[in-house]
């Protein structure tokens, strides 16, 4: 059982958090406390979300928004839930969920080992696509592989004040780059009207699989589990930072939401209805060139740009969050107790360092050697099966009677993530069953 009320398995951290002063009371002060959930949104919002939304413009419009907004609730209500674990229990998410299961930190560890094996090549070769398309002298794998080696070093730093900022802002970066581009999509349309009533909500027939692959593709996976660890670096440990984390987290979410609306909306005025997609190595040329017909050269540079923060925030965001994932996973199988976890878990320390080094190397390793199939399909399925598992472990531990009535699930969060543990479930089988066929 989690215990909500006892401060020996809390760190001094948490201690010291505990005799905090009470957190502001206005929305403003509040507003002014955050940062994880920026972060979050930054390292969650990625490639595979640009693409997405602007594959589902390209054959919808905006008629989709609906599941989009479905995704972001749904994983508003995980991360929230698993904010709020944290501080009903002190613990870290990880040592959490083996009160639910002894053999879920296992499952955790080799999950996340195996993301991480193919994590850094995947998004820096999607990141150097990127500055290859917008500078086309540039070779491909030796971008990616500095790419990557860069991103590494950002994480190495150390302190998470440092990665909170720079997170930050890739975040605003990133999200004034879509704006500006929607707003121009918007003013130069040749039929905003026709345009605008692509929104109205639709069931796409017989593509049933692509509106739920939707609804679970936005937002990230690792980021939602590694949360707790960034509000557990902002010292939110005592009840009054309750709503604080909650507002953190929606913002994180209102964020998300708006930056893949403006994607939505560009790939619907210049996709919806033209026959052209964003698929293949071709892909983002062939957004990007219509761009630059139809807005000029500085917009063709926005988006490639904007798509290259994208992905290098989702690099920098994803190694972070999955280095405290193995480290934190590695540390609860040891049985290290939460009052003694900081040197195992921390930025600086060893285990988060040489999981670190083995996320930069296998990035290295694996874009120069290629990325065979099985391994991907095996990736992708891996990583679909983090998040029914989380929904499940999250119904159990908040729902018990030793967890403190602020704490508790209320009806709505059960609801959401009853929610989410059957559609995620789904998708985890959909996924596997592709890998298992393309095996």
Not at 52 to 61: D, E, R, V
Not at 168 to 184: E, H, W
Request: glycine share 10%.
């Amino acid at each position: 059982m989690v215990d909500v009320t006892a401060t020996p398995g809390s760190s001094l951290r948490h201690q010291a958090a505990e005799s905090a002063e009470p957190a502001p009371g206005s929305l403003r002060g509040r507003l002014a406390l955050l940062g994880p959930g920026l972060v979050l949104a930054a390292a969650s919002v990625g490639a595979g979300d640009m693409v997405t939304s602007l594959a589902g413009a390209a054959g919808y419009g905006m008629a989709l928004l609906w599941a989009i907004l479905i995704g972001v609730v749904l994983k508003f209500a995980l991360t929230e839930a698993v904010g709020r674990l944290y501080m009903a229990s002190g613990q870290t998410v990880i040592a959490s969920l083996r009160s639910a299961g002894r053999w879920l930190p296992v499952a955790f560890f080799v999950f996340v080992l195996v993301i991480a094996l193919l994590y850094g090549a995947a998004l820096s070769s999607v990141a150097s696509l990127a500055l290859s398309t917008l500078f086309p002298a540039l070779p491909l794998r030796p971008v990616a592989v500095g790419i990557a080696l860069a991103s590494a070093a950002i994480v190495y730093v150390g302190r998470y004040a440092v990665f909170e900022r720079v997170m930050s802002v890739f975040m605003l970066a990133k999200f004034l780059g879509m704006v500006v581009l929607a707003v121009a999509t918007l003013a130069t349309a040749d039929d905003l009207p026709d345009l605008l009533s692509s929104v109205r909500p639709r069931l796409p027939e017989g593509d049933v699989v692509t509106v739920l692959a939707l609804i679970g593709g936005v937002g990230g996976t690792a980021g939602i589990a590694s949360y707790s660890y960034w509000v557990r670096e902002k010292g939110w440990r005592d009840r009054s930072r309750l709503p604080v984390m909650r507002a953190d987290s929606a913002v994180s979410y209102a964020v998300t939401f708006l930056f893949v609306l403006c994607t939505t909306v560009v790939g619907t005025g210049l996709l919806h209805g033209s026959g052209r997609t964003i698929t293949g190595n071709e892909g983002l040329a062939a957004l990007a060139d219509p761009l630059g017909a139809d807005l000029g050269s500085v917009a063709r540079v926005l988006f490639l740009g904007t798509f290259f923060l994208v992905t290098l925030s989702a690099l920098v965001g994803g190694f972070n969050a999955l280095c405290y994932l193995l480290a934190d996973s590695l540390r609860t199988l040891r049985g290290v107790p939460d009052d003694a976890a900081e040197p195992h878990i921390a930025q600086h320390s060893r285990p988060f360092r040489a999981f670190l080094l083995y996320a930069a190397v296998a990035a290295v390793a694996v874009t120069f050697l290629g990325r065979p199939v099985p391994l991907v399909l095996t990736y992708a399925a891996v990583g679909s099966l983090i998040l029914p598992l989380l929904s499940g472990a999250l119904l159990v531990l908040l729902n018990r009677r030793g967890v403190q009535r602020p704490y508790r699930n209320k009806a709505a969060s059960n609801v959401l993530l009853a929610g989410s543990f059957v559609l995620f479930g789904v998708l985890a089988v959909v996924q596997v069953k592709e890998t298992i066929g393309g095996l």
